[in-house]
């Protein structure tokens, strides 16, 4: 019987195979109470375990040095890091010692009631991404408690046929050929993913996991179809059934008929030849009908990503989230060093174009001494986060810059602070950077040039700009936050989700202000968040003035072609009656 799921289009495209189920890799876990005696044997079984998870992830880590990469995303060999910055995770192994000694609690009750705790941390934190991660956490837990059990791996390696990719024909006629397969899982960790690098998949489906969650990121630096957040897909599926994923509406169908299967083989082969000709346009300069010349910039997570951005043919890095660096290491802070070096690897990897780097966005939410998380931030979207972390910690601030601006010998680097709003904050986070430059001077290092810019990402600052551009080289407006300040909703909150609107009348109003105020002091101003890579919004935000766009390289090419088709005169007057209606976003969609 045919039946559909839906869940978040994360990876766009069709794919169509037979599903290939991951076993869940989730595990009932004793609680009982222990001897005093048995404290130091339980503390042990759980070093003894974490030791194993390691010494697996090393291996894979090895295999893929053998491999020289070529054929492992940079963004899953970066996962794995992460995965090993948990696991010796300081704050996580005193928390398990803590149950065990002072609760008297079992190994494995103990491991879990840790992971309780921290992942309450991860649900809090504000940033996507970062929030996300707890995924991470959960796993390493359980391959944790797996090793402690001597259980293996919960990933099953399907008997690989052939990877040929299946005709039409094939599918509709001969159901025993050879055909591309479709992975479903509860939710899948790098190390599993590794154990497909050889790109047997055609697609993957998970129950769990948003849009920057570690599967996404993969998926999409891969291009494979993806949808994840399917909630019961791998219970409601069974092992070889047919599955299509609509990477592009964020639907799996399940035993399709052979009406629907002859339905989107077509679309699929649309989208392969759509995607054969966007990809002819990576080297065409993304100029409008009338001549306007529109800068496409690239966000990334790690400086490996800069491969993801030169492939797609961005004109540089936009926003690179620099806090990816400060994941995972609470009270263990990179040092200066280690953050130069993770930068100079984005400016070289972006051979001469420009990088933009964010000083790190952590905050009440993600607090890297744990002796300061005191329970009194209720709500971390509006309490110590961003550069008002910063600020209060210049020490750490401190070295960011001096880093930043060491990598800014190597290449051309723009320096973006986010979450300001008062002058005060401007002023101190100016003299900072002053104050970086004359470190590095005393100590005979070099460094280089930088160009210093604002996000706008708070409605007051939006308010507000003349005091902005008055200080900084340039502008880039955060749409994530300022549409979540500006309506009062934490995108957060699956309650609330529905009313989180980027077409919002106010939205836009302070968008568009924003653009033509900057460009009329010309100074440059971009758009970093979701909006930028919302091929539905490009004629608007071209509309509006906006020039300068940045986005997951995934989507510069679908943006590139909607600007090509563009003409900024006739989108001038159509972007100002949108925005006088009263609900602009069905404007736009009959627009599109």
């Known amino acids: 019987m045919t039946f559909s799921i839906h869940g978040l289009a994360v990876a766009r495209g069709i794919a169509i195979g037979r599903a290939v189920l991951v076993a869940s890799s989730r595990l009932d876990v004793a609680h009982y109470f222990i001897e005093p005696a048995q404290v130091i044997s339980e503390i042990n079984r759980v070093r003894d375990g974490r030791d194993a998870v390691v010494s697996e992830i090393h291996r894979l880590q090895l295999s893929i040095g053998q491999m020289g990469g070529k054929e492992v995303p940079h963004e899953l060999t970066a996962l794995l890091d ?32 840790q992971l309780e705790v921290v992942a309450r941390q991860f649900d809090e934190m504000e940033d996507d991404y970062l929030r996300e991660r707890k995924a991470d956490l959960e796993q390493i837990t359980e391959k944790v408690l797996r090793a402690m059990r001597g259980v293996s791996s919960p990933v099953i390696q399907p008997q690989v046929r052939t990877n040929r990719r299946a005709t039409q024909q094939d599918l509709l006629l001969d159901d025993t050929v050879d055909v591309p397969l479709i992975l479903v899982a509860h939710d899948l960790s790098p190390a599993d993913m590794l154990q497909f690098k050889q790109s047997v998949f055609a697609g993957f489906v998970t129950d769990v996991g948003g849009k920057t969650s570690h599967t996404a990121i993969v998926a999409r630096s891969l291009d494979i179809p993806a949808v ?15 599955v299509i994923i609509d990477g592009d509406a964020g639907v799996v169908v399940v035993d399709p008929s052979p009406i629907i299967l002859a339905e989107y083989g077509f679309k699929q082969r649309r989208v ?14 993304a100029i409008t009908m009338d001549g306007q010349k529109i800068e496409l910039l690239a966000n990334i ?13 961005a004109a540089g890095v936009g926003l690179f989230r620099s806090e990816f660096l400060f994941m995972g290491r609470r009270g263990k802070l990179p040092n200066e060093d280690e953050q130069y070096k993770a930068y100079r690897r984005a400016v070289e990897g972006m051979q001469g174009l420009p990088v933009t780097i964010r000083t790190v966005d952590v905050g009440a939410d993600k607090p890297l001494d744990e002796s300061l998380h005191d329970g009194a931030h209720l709500n971390p979207a509006l309490g110590l986060r961003a550069i008002r972390w910063s600020l209060a910690d210049p020490a750490m601030f401190l070295t960011q810059l001096r880093a930043i601006l060491r990598a800014a010998a190597h290449g051309p680097v723009l320096l973006l602070i986010p979450m300001l709003v008062h002058a005060s904050e401007i002023r101190q986070t100016m003299a900072l950077i002053d104050h ?30 003349k005091v902005f551009l008055k200080y900084f080289d340039f502008l880039s407006i955060g749409t994530n936050d ?22 919002h009348p106010a939205v836009l109003r302070l968008v568009a202000n924003t653009i033509a105020e900057a460009r009329a002091y010309g100074k440059p101003v971009s758009v970093c968040g979701e909006m930028a890579g919302d091929v539905s919004l490009t004629k608007l935000l071209l509309g509006m003035g906006l020039r300068s766009f940045s ?3 995934a989507q510069i090419l679908t943006v590139k072609q909607e600007i090509l088709r563009a003409d900024t005169v006739k989108l001038r007057h159509w972007a100002e009656s949108v925005m006088a209606e009263d609900e602009p976003g069905r404007r736009v969609a009959k627009a599109n």
């Open 82 to 113: 992460v995965h090993l910055l948990l696991l010796h995770d300081e704050d996580l192994a005193l928390g398990v010692k803590h149950w065990i000694r002072d609760r008297l609690y079992n190994a494995e009750w103990a491991l879990t009631s």
């Open 228 to 242: 994840v957040g399917a909630r019961w897909s791998s219970q409601l599926m069974r092992q070889d059934d047919w």
């Open 272 to 285: 392969e030849l759509e995607r054969g000709r966007l990809a002819r346009l990576r080297h065409t300069p």
């Open 301 to 313: 997570e790690m400086p490996d990503d800069a491969a993801s951005a030169i492939k797609a043919g």
């Open 436 to 465: 970086a430059r004359v470190q590095l001077d005393n100590r005979g290092v070099v460094y280089g040039p930088i160009k210093v810019g604002a996000m706008i990402e708070i409605p007051a600052a939006a308010l507000t700009l």
């Open 482 to 503: 300022l549409i979540q300040y500006t309506l009062a909703i934490d995108r957060a909150d699956e309650s609330v989700a529905h009313l989180y609107d980027p077409m």
């Open 551 to 553: 986005m997951h390289p």
